[in-house]
């Protein structure tokens, strides 16, 4: 049976789109609150695995005014957004300040837009896995679509690979040696590459670059990075920025890779979760049980090293099972 009734009331409010519900459990998994564990667990057979869309780049280059034209467009046609803004940089000032500067030009009662912004402080396991948990609440409540704007201190954030379905890099004209930085990195996680502030001069050599580059990397059968010019001023290709998001969609699910790369982000999720776990059981034993204590003891005499000694705890670990 997969009827409403196995859901609790929270689970059930968020399924029927009551908004409140649903910040309330997302206000759970950002502050690493236990109460969100019953409500993530009944919705995950719910979850249909909609398109996640991850926008990163460098800071100012247009994530969010890119957002807020997609979601303009997908609300034109009638189609459902979930937005999230992570602020991974901001531990410290105990708040997110970037996902407030998403400005999105919509009538503050459209239900068909859920923003919110989140602040990563506290989460279990960091920040990517408290998105990817909060991108499924909005799969059960009923999006059809997730955008996530992230980024990590002026770099492209490579954690972004474990949450989207389809990664975003933003970049904009005369990069220059920004793009030579960046490169290593971005081209393991762009399936889209916008170049955006494209109303500027320089957009057409930024594309030729670009288009070099990708076809070095290009493999038979591997999707190419389609790169887009675009300008939210303008406004200009918004449209085509769209459209090579659904023509990357499209080739996860006829190539097989969307199952594939499901299967390894569950993979990674799965151990994420076991290696937080453990390692917080064991830290805090570490000190509390005795004979732990007096392990790491023998480590800070020198009489033992720490390879040692975890090899030491694996094996008791092993006994115990
Ligand atoms: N000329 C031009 N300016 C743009 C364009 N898109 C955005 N901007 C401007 O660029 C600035 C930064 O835009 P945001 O959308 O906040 O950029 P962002 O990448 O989200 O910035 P952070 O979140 O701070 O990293 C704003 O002043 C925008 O008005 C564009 O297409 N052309
Ligand atoms: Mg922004």
């Given at each position: ?89 901001s531990p410290f000032s105990g708040g997110s300040v970037l996902g ?222």
């Amino acid at each position: 049976m997969t009827g409403a009734g196995r859901l609790s009331t929270a689970a059930r409010a968020i399924v029927a789109g009551d908004r409140r519900a649903l910040a309330r459990a997302i206000t759970a998994i950002e502050n690493g609150d236990s109460a969100a564990e019953p409500v993530l667990r009944s919705l995950y057979p719910r979850t249909r695995g909609i398109p996640v869309v991850g926008f990163t780049g460098p800071l100012g280059v247009g994530k969010s005014s890119l957002i807020n034209a997609l979601v303009g467009l997908l609300r034109d046609r009638g189609r459902t957004v979930g937005i999230v803004a992570v602020d991974p940089s901001s531990p410290f000032s105990g708040g997110s300040v970037l996902g407030d500067r998403i400005r999105l030009d919509r009538p503050a009662d459209d239900t068909g837009i859920y923003f919110r912004s989140m602040a990563s402080r506290g989460a279990a396991g960091g920040v990517a896995a408290a998105t990817l948990e909060i991108a499924r609440l909005l799969d059960a409540a009923g999006f059809d679509f997730v955008l996530v704007e992230t980024v990590g201190s002026g770099q492209v954030d490579v954690a972004i690979r474990e949450i989207a379905s389809t990664s975003i890099v933003v970049l904009v004209p005369h990069l220059g040696d920004e793009v030579q930085t960046l490169k290593a990195g971005m081209f393991e996680i762009a399936d889209v590459f916008c170049v955006n502030k494209s109303d500027l001069p320089g957009a057409d050599l930024a594309r030729k670059d670009l288009a070099d580059l990708v076809s070095l990397g290009r493999a038979e059968g591997r999707w190419a990075p389609a790169i887009v010019l675009t300008s939210t001023v303008e406004p200009m290709g918004i449209d085509g920025l769209w459209r090579a998001v659904e023509a990357h969609e499209k080739f996860l699910d006829d190539s097989g890779e969307r199952r594939a790369g499901e299967r390894r982000r569950l993979a990674n999720e799965i151990v994420g979760l076991v290696r937080d776990r453990v390692g917080r059981d064991l830290t805090a034993r570490l000190e509390a049980d005795p004979k732990l204590r007096s392990l790491l003891d023998r480590v800070v005499a020198r009489s033992l090293d720490p390879r040692a000694a975890a090899e030491q705890l694996l094996i008791r670990g092993r006994r115990a099972r």
